[in-house]
Protein backbone atom coordinates (compact mmCIF):
# COMPACT_ATOMS: atom_id res chain seq x y z
CA UNK A 1 0.00 0.00 0.00
CA UNK A 2 1.49 3.23 -0.85
CA UNK A 3 1.24 6.96 0.23
CA UNK A 4 -1.16 7.75 -1.94
CA UNK A 5 -3.61 5.13 -1.57
CA UNK A 6 -2.99 6.29 2.60
CA UNK A 7 -4.01 9.98 1.28
CA UNK A 8 -6.98 8.72 -0.55
CA UNK A 9 -8.00 7.09 2.66
CA UNK A 10 -7.49 10.56 4.52
CA UNK A 11 -9.66 12.45 2.07
CA UNK A 12 -12.42 10.05 2.15
CA UNK A 13 -12.42 9.39 5.43
CA UNK A 14 -11.87 13.12 6.57
CA UNK A 15 -14.98 14.12 4.08
CA UNK A 16 -17.12 11.54 5.67
CA UNK A 17 -16.76 12.85 9.49
CA UNK A 18 -17.10 16.08 8.90
CA UNK A 19 -20.05 15.29 6.76
CA UNK A 20 -21.51 12.97 9.38
CA UNK A 21 -20.34 15.70 12.43
CA UNK A 22 -22.69 18.31 10.32
CA UNK A 23 -25.79 16.29 11.02
CA UNK A 24 -25.28 14.51 14.25
CA UNK A 25 -27.07 17.29 16.24
CA UNK A 26 -29.89 14.55 15.26
CA UNK A 27 -29.29 11.32 17.38
CA UNK A 28 -30.20 9.33 14.97
CA UNK A 29 -26.99 9.88 13.08
CA UNK A 30 -25.21 8.88 16.56
CA UNK A 31 -23.29 5.82 16.07
CA UNK A 32 -22.55 7.16 12.30
CA UNK A 33 -20.41 9.81 13.78
CA UNK A 34 -18.10 7.49 16.15
CA UNK A 35 -17.74 5.21 13.32
CA UNK A 36 -16.56 8.55 11.04
CA UNK A 37 -13.92 9.19 13.62
CA UNK A 38 -12.72 5.98 14.12
CA UNK A 39 -12.23 5.33 10.70
CA UNK A 40 -10.67 8.77 10.11
CA UNK A 41 -8.32 8.13 13.15
CA UNK A 42 -7.42 4.45 11.98
CA UNK A 43 -6.32 6.25 8.46
CA UNK A 44 -4.53 8.40 10.14
CA UNK A 45 -2.88 5.47 12.42
CA UNK A 46 -1.10 4.19 9.11
CA UNK A 47 -0.07 7.20 7.14
CA UNK A 48 2.32 7.49 9.89
CA UNK A 49 3.32 4.29 10.85
CA UNK A 50 4.69 2.81 7.96
CA UNK A 51 4.14 -1.15 8.85
CA UNK A 52 0.77 -0.59 9.70
CA UNK A 53 -0.83 0.91 6.30
CA UNK A 54 -2.11 -2.65 5.16
CA UNK A 55 -4.25 -3.08 8.34
CA UNK A 56 -5.12 0.23 8.20
CA UNK A 57 -6.48 -0.03 4.86
CA UNK A 58 -8.42 -2.78 5.21
CA UNK A 59 -9.89 -1.46 8.69
CA UNK A 60 -10.57 1.93 7.28
CA UNK A 61 -12.50 0.28 4.51
CA UNK A 62 -14.08 -1.89 7.02
CA UNK A 63 -15.05 0.94 9.34
CA UNK A 64 -16.66 3.26 6.06
CA UNK A 65 -18.78 0.03 5.05
CA UNK A 66 -20.46 0.05 8.46
CA UNK A 67 -21.11 3.73 8.07
CA UNK A 68 -22.34 3.21 4.60
CA UNK A 69 -24.90 0.57 6.41
CA UNK A 70 -25.51 2.53 9.45
CA UNK A 71 -26.25 5.28 7.42
CA UNK A 72 -28.68 3.45 4.84
CA UNK A 73 -30.82 2.52 8.65
CA UNK A 74 -30.87 5.93 9.43
CA UNK A 75 -31.98 7.59 5.96
CA UNK A 76 -35.58 7.17 7.40
CA UNK A 77 -35.21 8.92 10.66
CA UNK A 78 -33.17 11.31 9.98
CA UNK A 79 -35.21 14.48 9.94
CA UNK A 80 -36.54 13.65 13.33
CA UNK A 81 -35.13 15.18 16.67
CA UNK A 82 -36.46 14.29 19.66
CA UNK A 83 -35.63 15.82 23.42
CA UNK A 84 -36.97 15.29 27.06
CA UNK A 85 -35.64 18.16 28.98
CA UNK A 86 -36.23 18.17 33.12
CA UNK A 87 -37.74 21.34 34.20
CA UNK A 88 -36.58 21.33 38.39
CA UNK A 89 -33.07 19.72 37.98
CA UNK A 90 -30.52 17.62 36.49
CA UNK A 91 -30.72 14.68 34.90
CA UNK A 92 -33.45 13.00 32.30
CA UNK A 93 -36.49 11.02 32.28
CA UNK A 94 -35.08 7.61 33.05
CA UNK A 95 -32.78 6.79 35.99
CA UNK A 96 -31.41 3.17 36.83
CA UNK A 97 -33.27 1.24 39.09
CA UNK A 98 -32.50 -2.27 40.69
CA UNK A 99 -35.06 -4.10 40.38
CA UNK A 100 -36.60 -2.68 36.75
CA UNK A 101 -33.36 -2.70 34.94
CA UNK A 102 -34.54 1.85 35.00
CA UNK A 103 -37.64 3.60 36.18
CA UNK A 104 -38.99 7.23 36.03
CA UNK A 105 -36.59 9.91 37.77
CA UNK A 106 -39.36 12.26 39.86
CA UNK A 107 -39.89 16.04 38.22
CA UNK A 108 -41.17 17.72 35.79
CA UNK A 109 -40.18 17.77 31.85
CA UNK A 110 -41.15 18.90 28.45
CA UNK A 111 -40.61 16.14 25.96
CA UNK A 112 -40.51 17.51 22.35
CA UNK A 113 -40.32 15.66 18.63
CA UNK A 114 -39.82 17.83 15.82
CA UNK A 115 -38.64 17.32 12.24
CA UNK A 116 -36.33 18.76 10.56
CA UNK A 117 -36.26 21.31 13.28
CA UNK A 118 -38.85 22.92 16.04
CA UNK A 119 -39.05 25.58 13.65
CA UNK A 120 -40.13 23.52 10.91
CA UNK A 121 -42.54 21.09 12.24
CA UNK A 122 -43.37 19.81 16.04
CA UNK A 123 -44.92 16.35 16.34
CA UNK A 124 -45.65 17.01 19.62
CA UNK A 125 -44.83 19.26 22.94
CA UNK A 126 -46.46 17.77 25.56
CA UNK A 127 -45.62 18.00 29.37
CA UNK A 128 -44.93 14.82 31.40
CA UNK A 129 -45.05 15.13 35.34
CA UNK A 130 -43.74 12.09 37.31
CA UNK A 131 -44.26 11.91 41.25
CA UNK A 132 -41.55 10.79 43.77
CA UNK A 133 -42.33 7.31 43.49
CA UNK A 134 -41.42 7.29 40.12
CA UNK A 135 -45.14 6.76 38.50
CA UNK A 136 -46.62 9.32 35.75
CA UNK A 137 -49.47 11.43 37.52
CA UNK A 138 -53.01 10.98 36.91
CA UNK A 139 -54.48 14.12 37.62
CA UNK A 140 -57.92 12.82 39.22
CA UNK A 141 -60.65 13.73 42.00
CA UNK A 142 -60.41 12.06 45.51
CA UNK A 143 -60.92 8.54 45.02
CA UNK A 144 -62.37 6.33 47.63
CA UNK A 145 -60.91 2.99 48.81
CA UNK A 146 -60.23 1.36 45.50
CA UNK A 147 -57.63 1.73 43.03
CA UNK A 148 -56.65 0.90 39.34
CA UNK A 149 -53.02 -0.11 38.25
CA UNK A 150 -52.10 0.98 35.04
CA UNK A 151 -49.34 -1.29 33.44
CA UNK A 152 -47.73 -1.15 30.07
CA UNK A 153 -45.00 0.31 27.91
CA UNK A 154 -45.04 3.85 26.56
CA UNK A 155 -48.42 3.62 25.29
CA UNK A 156 -49.33 3.53 28.89
CA UNK A 157 -47.14 5.81 30.21
CA UNK A 158 -48.51 8.75 27.81
CA UNK A 159 -45.30 9.02 25.17
CA UNK A 160 -46.31 12.51 23.03
CA UNK A 161 -49.22 13.22 25.65
CA UNK A 162 -49.90 15.89 28.59
CA UNK A 163 -50.77 14.42 31.66
CA UNK A 164 -54.39 15.02 31.21
CA UNK A 165 -54.51 13.32 28.13
CA UNK A 166 -53.28 9.13 28.71
CA UNK A 167 -55.21 6.31 29.32
CA UNK A 168 -54.97 5.94 32.98
CA UNK A 169 -56.38 9.64 33.33
CA UNK A 170 -59.25 9.47 31.09
CA UNK A 171 -60.13 5.78 32.30
CA UNK A 172 -59.61 8.20 36.25
CA UNK A 173 -62.07 10.58 34.63
CA UNK A 174 -64.41 7.68 33.43
CA UNK A 175 -64.87 6.29 36.97
CA UNK A 176 -64.27 8.48 40.01
CA UNK A 177 -64.62 5.91 42.43
CA UNK A 178 -61.25 4.59 41.38
CA UNK A 179 -57.91 6.27 42.09
CA UNK A 180 -56.03 5.30 39.12
CA UNK A 181 -51.63 4.77 39.52
CA UNK A 182 -49.99 4.34 35.97
CA UNK A 183 -46.84 2.32 36.22
CA UNK A 184 -46.27 2.23 32.20
CA UNK A 185 -42.88 3.48 30.99
CA UNK A 186 -41.22 3.83 27.43
CA UNK A 187 -39.63 0.36 26.87
CA UNK A 188 -41.70 -1.52 29.78
CA UNK A 189 -42.70 -4.88 28.58
CA UNK A 190 -44.90 -7.71 30.68
CA UNK A 191 -41.33 -8.88 32.26
CA UNK A 192 -42.29 -5.37 34.42
CA UNK A 193 -44.89 -5.88 35.40
CA UNK A 194 -45.02 -9.43 36.16
CA UNK A 195 -41.57 -9.05 38.42
CA UNK A 196 -43.34 -5.85 39.92
CA UNK A 197 -46.17 -8.21 41.35
CA UNK A 198 -43.36 -10.48 42.67
CA UNK A 199 -41.77 -7.95 44.58
CA UNK A 200 -44.29 -5.31 45.59
CA UNK A 201 -47.20 -4.83 48.37
CA UNK A 202 -49.37 -2.45 46.86
CA UNK A 203 -51.81 -2.20 49.01
CA UNK A 204 -49.52 -0.83 51.14
CA UNK A 205 -47.76 1.13 48.63
CA UNK A 206 -51.11 3.04 47.62
CA UNK A 207 -52.80 2.54 50.94
CA UNK A 208 -55.98 1.35 49.44
CA UNK A 209 -57.47 -1.95 48.20
CA UNK A 210 -56.47 -2.77 44.70
CA UNK A 211 -59.96 -3.36 42.61
CA UNK A 212 -58.58 -3.79 39.20
CA UNK A 213 -55.36 -4.35 37.02
CA UNK A 214 -54.97 -3.50 33.25
CA UNK A 215 -52.15 -4.47 31.52
CA UNK A 216 -51.86 -2.43 27.92
CA UNK A 217 -50.40 -4.55 25.53
CA UNK A 218 -49.37 -5.81 21.97
CA UNK A 219 -47.47 -8.52 20.62
CA UNK A 220 -44.87 -6.68 20.07
CA UNK A 221 -43.90 -6.46 23.43
CA UNK A 222 -42.83 -9.56 23.16
CA UNK A 223 -39.71 -8.47 22.16
CA UNK A 224 -38.75 -6.98 25.24
CA UNK A 225 -39.91 -10.27 27.48
CA UNK A 226 -37.42 -12.19 25.90
CA UNK A 227 -34.29 -9.48 26.16
CA UNK A 228 -34.23 -8.35 22.24
CA UNK A 229 -34.16 -5.00 22.40
CA UNK A 230 -30.67 -3.23 23.34
CA UNK A 231 -32.33 -0.59 25.72
CA UNK A 232 -33.76 -4.07 27.66
CA UNK A 233 -30.00 -4.46 29.08
CA UNK A 234 -30.59 -4.87 33.04
CA UNK A 235 -34.48 -5.52 32.76
CA UNK A 236 -35.67 -8.80 34.58
CA UNK A 237 -35.10 -11.50 32.57
CA UNK A 238 -37.29 -14.46 32.57
CA UNK A 239 -37.28 -18.19 31.24
CA UNK A 240 -39.06 -21.45 31.54
CA UNK A 241 -37.71 -23.63 33.96
CA UNK A 242 -39.26 -27.13 34.76
CA UNK A 243 -42.17 -26.05 32.20
CA UNK A 244 -42.91 -22.62 34.16
CA UNK A 245 -41.40 -19.07 33.83
CA UNK A 246 -39.29 -17.97 36.35
CA UNK A 247 -36.95 -15.30 36.60
CA UNK A 248 -33.66 -16.00 35.21
CA UNK A 249 -31.46 -12.84 36.14
CA UNK A 250 -31.14 -9.50 34.12
CA UNK A 251 -31.36 -9.13 30.16
CA UNK A 252 -28.26 -8.87 28.89
CA UNK A 253 -26.25 -9.72 32.24
CA UNK A 254 -24.04 -6.94 33.20
CA UNK A 255 -24.97 -3.59 31.47
CA UNK A 256 -21.64 -3.13 30.07
CA UNK A 257 -20.01 -0.70 27.74
CA UNK A 258 -20.81 -3.03 24.78
CA UNK A 259 -24.70 -2.78 24.95
CA UNK A 260 -24.39 0.76 25.44
CA UNK A 261 -22.21 1.46 22.69
CA UNK A 262 -24.88 -0.89 20.29
CA UNK A 263 -27.44 0.90 21.50
CA UNK A 264 -26.24 4.19 19.66
CA UNK A 265 -26.49 1.92 16.48
CA UNK A 266 -29.67 2.04 14.22
CA UNK A 267 -28.81 -0.33 11.59
CA UNK A 268 -28.02 -2.72 15.08
CA UNK A 269 -31.16 -2.27 17.00
CA UNK A 270 -32.88 -2.60 13.56
CA UNK A 271 -31.06 -5.84 12.79
CA UNK A 272 -31.87 -7.09 16.19
CA UNK A 273 -35.27 -6.30 16.76
CA UNK A 274 -36.79 -6.97 13.75
CA UNK A 275 -34.62 -9.59 10.92
CA UNK A 276 -33.49 -11.91 13.75
CA UNK A 277 -36.56 -12.39 15.77
CA UNK A 278 -38.57 -13.78 12.54
CA UNK A 279 -35.69 -15.74 11.75
CA UNK A 280 -34.81 -17.39 15.20
CA UNK A 281 -37.09 -17.90 18.46
CA UNK A 282 -40.07 -15.92 16.75
CA UNK A 283 -42.39 -18.32 18.65
CA UNK A 284 -40.53 -18.82 21.61
CA UNK A 285 -41.30 -15.25 22.41
CA UNK A 286 -44.28 -15.32 22.19
CA UNK A 287 -44.46 -18.37 24.64
CA UNK A 288 -42.61 -17.01 26.99
CA UNK A 289 -44.84 -13.51 26.37
CA UNK A 290 -48.04 -15.66 26.45
CA UNK A 291 -46.83 -17.22 29.99
CA UNK A 292 -45.48 -14.24 31.53
CA UNK A 293 -48.88 -12.64 31.16
CA UNK A 294 -50.65 -15.71 32.21
CA UNK A 295 -48.49 -15.70 35.16
CA UNK A 296 -49.31 -11.93 36.40
CA UNK A 297 -53.27 -12.94 35.82
CA UNK A 298 -52.99 -15.73 38.32
CA UNK A 299 -50.91 -13.76 40.48
CA UNK A 300 -53.18 -10.69 40.70
CA UNK A 301 -55.84 -12.62 41.52
CA UNK A 302 -54.23 -14.99 44.08
CA UNK A 303 -51.88 -12.73 45.86
CA UNK A 304 -53.80 -9.18 44.98
CA UNK A 305 -57.39 -10.62 44.98
CA UNK A 306 -58.23 -8.26 42.25
CA UNK A 307 -59.49 -8.38 38.66
CA UNK A 308 -56.99 -8.48 35.84
CA UNK A 309 -57.63 -7.06 31.90
CA UNK A 310 -55.54 -7.67 29.21
CA UNK A 311 -56.04 -4.32 26.82
CA UNK A 312 -54.76 -5.71 23.60
CA UNK A 313 -53.76 -4.37 20.51
CA UNK A 314 -54.10 -6.23 17.25
CA UNK A 315 -50.30 -6.63 15.65
CA UNK A 316 -50.44 -6.58 11.78
CA UNK A 317 -50.91 -9.62 10.11
CA UNK A 318 -46.98 -8.97 8.72
CA UNK A 319 -45.47 -9.00 12.31
CA UNK A 320 -46.62 -13.40 12.26
CA UNK A 321 -45.07 -13.79 9.11
CA UNK A 322 -42.59 -16.24 10.44
CA UNK A 323 -44.87 -17.61 13.29
CA UNK A 324 -47.67 -20.31 13.84
CA UNK A 325 -49.16 -17.43 15.62
CA UNK A 326 -51.44 -14.81 15.13
CA UNK A 327 -53.94 -12.03 16.75
CA UNK A 328 -56.67 -14.52 17.49
CA UNK A 329 -54.30 -17.29 18.43
CA UNK A 330 -53.23 -14.82 20.88
CA UNK A 331 -56.49 -13.83 22.03
CA UNK A 332 -57.59 -17.99 22.03
CA UNK A 333 -55.25 -18.19 24.64
CA UNK A 334 -56.30 -15.72 26.68
CA UNK A 335 -59.60 -17.48 26.57
CA UNK A 336 -58.34 -20.65 27.40
CA UNK A 337 -56.67 -19.34 30.34
CA UNK A 338 -59.36 -17.53 31.92
CA UNK A 339 -57.94 -14.24 31.36
CA UNK A 340 -60.01 -11.43 30.88
CA UNK A 341 -59.06 -9.41 27.66
CA UNK A 342 -60.53 -6.61 25.66
CA UNK A 343 -59.88 -5.23 21.76
CA UNK A 344 -58.87 -2.11 22.31
CA UNK A 345 -57.44 -1.68 18.75
CA UNK A 346 -59.93 0.32 17.51
CA UNK A 347 -59.19 -0.74 13.63
CA UNK A 348 -58.81 -3.91 12.16
CA UNK A 349 -54.67 -3.88 13.35
CA UNK A 350 -52.58 -1.23 14.62
CA UNK A 351 -51.41 -0.51 10.60
CA UNK A 352 -54.90 0.22 9.99
CA UNK A 353 -55.53 3.20 12.66
CA UNK A 354 -56.89 6.72 11.19
CA UNK A 355 -54.53 9.25 11.25
CA UNK A 356 -56.39 11.39 14.31
CA UNK A 357 -55.92 7.96 16.43
CA UNK A 358 -52.03 8.44 16.30
CA UNK A 359 -49.66 11.41 16.54
CA UNK A 360 -48.57 12.09 13.03
CA UNK A 361 -44.34 11.86 12.51
CA UNK A 362 -44.01 9.93 15.72
CA UNK A 363 -47.06 6.84 15.60
CA UNK A 364 -47.81 6.32 19.61
CA UNK A 365 -52.03 6.84 20.20
CA UNK A 366 -53.24 10.75 20.32
CA UNK A 367 -55.53 12.01 23.03
CA UNK A 368 -58.48 10.85 21.26
CA UNK A 369 -56.97 7.46 20.89
CA UNK A 370 -56.41 7.05 24.84
CA UNK A 371 -60.11 8.24 25.34
CA UNK A 372 -61.42 6.01 23.29
CA UNK A 373 -59.74 3.15 24.66
CA UNK A 374 -60.81 4.15 28.19
CA UNK A 375 -64.18 4.51 27.02
CA UNK A 376 -63.79 0.91 25.83
CA UNK A 377 -62.33 -0.70 29.04
CA UNK A 378 -64.92 1.20 31.13
CA UNK A 379 -67.65 0.09 28.74
CA UNK A 380 -66.65 -3.70 29.39
CA UNK A 381 -65.66 -3.45 33.18
CA UNK A 382 -69.97 -2.77 33.56
Not at 71 to 94: E, H, Q
Request: proline share 4%.
Amino acid sequence: MNIAQIKLILILTLILSIGVNLVSRNSAFAFAHLLSNLAFAVALLGSIAKGLRNFSLLASSLVISLIIVELYFVLDVSDVISSTTRLNGDGGLMRPDDLLGYTANPGEYIAKRCVVSCEERVVYDAKYSVNPQGHRRTPQADSSHLTAIFFGGSFTFGSGVNDDETLPYYFAQKNPSYGVLNLGLGGYGPQHMLRQLESADFSRHTGQNIELMVFHTSPELADRSYCIPTFSAGTPKYRFRNGEVSLSGKCWGRVGIVPRILDRSTAYKTIRSRILPGIIGFDEKIDLYLQIINKASKMAKEKYGCRFVVAYLRAQDGYFHWSEYSNDKILRFFSDNDIEYIDVTLASDVGALSDELKIIGDGHPSPLAHKRRAEAITEYLR
